[in-house]
Nanobody, 116 residues
Framework: QVQLVESGGGLVQPGGSLRLSCVAS????????MSWYRQAPGKERELVAV????????NYADSVKGRFTISRDNAKNTVYLQMNSLKAEDTAVYYC?????????WGQGTQVTVSS
């Protein structure tokens, strides 16, 4: 059974940092494009960052460029999201996604709250 398990969320003050992790099991991790999405209360889920399966190319939402960094460790079946200079508007549930053409899997989400 495919599982994506996120961790690393929590409460942080504005300007602080968090690193999210997502560990995948029962997939050939290196073949999947990995992404982080987030969903704030009352809003639609939005793409935050993506890292391709091959080449490691990355892309980011304009709202997080320069502050967030996505990376992957294929040996550990893990994708990371380093979040710096956090703002209140970054508060959301963050979800990990694994995609390989018609195969698409989601984690259960981890809450990130940015508040003083």
């Amino acid at each position: 059974q495919v599982q994506l398990v996120e961790s690393g969320g929590g409460l942080v003050q504005p300007g602080g940092s968090l690193r999210l992790s997502c560990v995948a099991s029962e997939i050939t991790f290196s073949r999947y494009t990995m992404s982080w999405y987030r969903q704030a209360p009352g809003k639609e889920r939005e793409l935050v960052a993506v890292i391709l399966a091959t080449g490691g190319n990355t892309n980011y939402a304009d709202s997080v460029k320069g502050r967030f960094t996505i990376s992957r460790d294929n040996a550990k079946n893990t994708v990371y999201l380093q979040m710096n200079s956090l703002k209140a508007e970054d508060t959301a549930v963050y979800y990990c996604n694994a995609n390989a053409r018609l195969l698409d899997f989601w984690g259960q989400g981890t809450q990130v709250t940015v508040s003083s």
